[in-house]
């Protein structure tokens, strides 16, 4: 057998894949990073902060937390069905009527 050939491992791997939610939550926090790095670069390159991004700010955990309830729901059964429609019925809402507030806040920076 050369060097370069490998017989397949019969071990264990103990891998164990990260959950659903535990994935959902990621990519929140991925979101956030993201918002974090384009607030901090606009800081470097212009000496101002932004001000008025709170209701801005609140859209990505909304909407996360909606779908976090109803990954739950799919992947456990907790919380209920009905618990977890109308949790993202109202988070999703939220976040609707707050990507405007939000998004007037931001604009309010530039004029």
Do not use: Q
């Amino acid at each position: 057998m050369s060097a370069f050939e490998h017989e397949p491992h019969s071990e264990d791997t103990n891998y164990t894949p990260a959950s659903p939610v535990k994935r959902a939550l990621a990519w929140i926090g991925v979101v956030y990073m993201i918002i974090l790095v384009a607030l901090t670069t606009y800081f470097y390159f212009t000496a101002t902060t932004l001000g008025g991004l709170g209701p801005l700010l609140t859209v990505p955990g909304l909407v996360g937390l909606g779908i976090v309830s109803i990954i739950s729901f799919r992947t456990t059964g907790r919380p209920s069905k009905r618990a977890a429609i109308i949790l993202t019925a109202v988070c999703w809402l939220l976040a609707v009527l707050t990507l405007p507030v939000g998004i007037a806040g931001l604009m309010s920076n530039f004029v």
